[in-house]
């Protein structure tokens, strides 16, 4: 049985940081394509990040510069680094493994 479970949401304030981890389980880790989704309310859900089983990455142009997705295969771990927040990211973030396998979200808040 395959499992993402999320952790490390809170509220920040604006500018602040975060890292989100991801631990997965039940799955070949290392050769997925694992990420980071959010979904603001009343948004659709967005891709924030990826990183693939070689390590190439990609982010949704609204965090470049900010954040950083990394994975630690030997652990079947992924994190996103968030830095500079702001008010926008509010968003419960969802980690994915293949965009197939999916965890039950955590919740950042970026607010004053």
């Known amino acids: 049985q395959v499992q993402l479970v999320e952790s490390g949401g809170g509220l920040v304030q604006p500018g602040g940081s975060l890292r989100l981890s991801c631990a997965a389980s039940g799955i070949f880790f290392s050769r997925y394509t694992v990420g980071w989704f959010r979904q603001a309310p009343g948004k659709q859900r967005e891709l924030v990040a990826e990183i693939t089983s070689d390590g190439d990455t990609r982010y949704v142009d609204s965090v470049k510069g900010r954040f950083t997705i990394s994975r630690e295969n030997a652990k079947k771990m992924v994190y996103l680094q968030m830095n500079s927040l702001k008010a926008e990211d509010t968003a419960v973030y969802y980690c994915?493994?293949?965009?197939?396998?999916w965890g039950q979200g955590t919740q950042v808040t970026v607010s004053s």
């Open positions: 994915t493994a293949h965009r197939i396998w």
